[in-house]
């Protein structure tokens, strides 16, 4: 994994039109079109740069829409359905994939901002691995940004963060069959996958990609659904669920002294993951305070996501619930691939430990 400071993909500058032979695949499914202009905009700019595939799930209505705004501009196609699976972005990453008629594909979430270092960064990484992982930050950074943000700089100090942008080779996706569409974590399952295949990987922690922050409401909408995926992430999970135990036995022991230093930490362990592989051009001083604010607003909404976990049978996702954040990796294993129970059952073990899943297993029968 490569890890260098001072890159020019920090910034989005401006560099002449590079076309590329890369297809950029967005799987789509809009509500409202509030954001239209802004991603045509977008939209013009990267189909003078790459090939783009844009998979639209959006209602008929809105699906008619887009395709006169980007007739002549970009391949316009709604997802294939043939197959079954929960998670629509999924299938439309599947669908676009397949479709692509180059090598290197992006893909890439709605509010991705690729700038052309960054294209053309990818574009050389996957002439040597299987799978790419950039690093997003936000601008602008509106208060539920920076909140957010605090969560993205942990993750760069203890490893790499998640993005809503992956790159992959096509081959190597087709050879795997994809990635379940089951699942919530869906960018998790893809890495895994690969891993469980031996594919390489690259987490390049100085490829930044902009990111547009979601509105507040949706912010606010999605805390129990993040806080979801840590079910698959078992050291997460359990940090998460220590949370407000640990502060209740602080507050209870009156050691405010305990408390001052677990956020001192915490803010010294985001700092590290700001100013790793310069990160402090994309990313605030102000943010690392972001950290123990965030850390505590998960160790609620972890409780939370593993009440809906056993209680309700899982997260609410459009109009039905996804049971499972993410397979673990034996699990994804060519070896395992056929002992797997089907997408559907929902006997299949969650992927975190067994003592912890059969004590809340008793207390819910």
């Known amino acids: 994994m490569r890890d260098r400071p001072g890159r020019a ?37 990267l189909a003078g740069r790459v090939d783009v595939l844009v998979v639209d799930g959006s209602a008929p209505d809105l699906f008619a829409r887009h395709a006169d705004a980007w007739a002549g501009l970009v391949r316009h196609l709604p997802p294939d359905t043939t197959g079954s699976g929960l998670n629509g972005k999924v299938l439309g990453v599947r669908t676009g994939v397949r479709a692509a008629e180059h090598e290197h594909v992006v893909i890439a979430d709605d509010d991705v901002r690729y700038d052309q270092a960054g294209l053309t960064a990818v574009h050389l990484l996957l002439d040597e691995v299987d799978l790419v992982r950039p690093q997003n930050y936000f601008d602008p950074l509106p208060w539920h940004a920076w909140w957010d943000t605090g969560r993205t700089l942990l993750n760069r100090a203890l490893g790499a963060d998640y993005p809503g942008t992956l790159a992959v080779r096509r081959s190597a996706f087709l050879a795997i069959g994809g990635y379940d569409p089951d699942v919530l974590f869906e960018n998790l399952e893809l890495i895994r996958t690969m891993r469980a295949y031996d594919r390489t990987e690259a987490a390049p922690s100085w490829l930044y990609v902009r990111r547009l922050p979601p509105d507040a409401a949706h912010f606010r909408g999605q805390r129990v659904r993040q806080a979801y995926d840590d079910l698959a992430q078992p050291a997460r999970l359990l940090t998460a669920l220590a949370v407000l135990p640990a502060l209740a036995a ?24 700001r100013r790793r592989a ?73 992927g975190w430990p067994r003592a912890v899943a059969t004590v809340f297993g008793r207390f819910r029968g």
């Open 9 to 45: 993909e920090v910034r989005r500058a401006a560099v002449p039109p590079v076309r590329l032979p890369m297809t950029y695949v967005l799987p789509l499914r809009w509500h409202s079109d509030s954001g239209l202009a802004e991603l045509t905009d977008y939209l013009r700019w």
């Open 278 to 350: 310069g990160g402090a051009a994309v990313f605030p001083a102000a943010t690392a305070l972001a950290a123990p604010v965030w850390l505590l607003e998960r160790g609620v909404c972890g409780w939370l996501a593993v009440a809906q976990r056993f209680l309700l049978g899982g997260v609410r996702y459009g109009d039905g619930r996804i049971r499972r954040a993410a397979h673990p990796i034996r699990a994804l294993r060519p070896d395992q691939a056929a002992r797997r129970p089907g997408p559907h059952d929902s006997s299949r073990s969650p």
């Open 250 to 273: 602080a507050v209870a022991a009156r050691r405010p002294a305990l408390v001052l230093g677990a956020t001192a930490g915490t803010v010294a362990l985001a700092e590290m993951g």
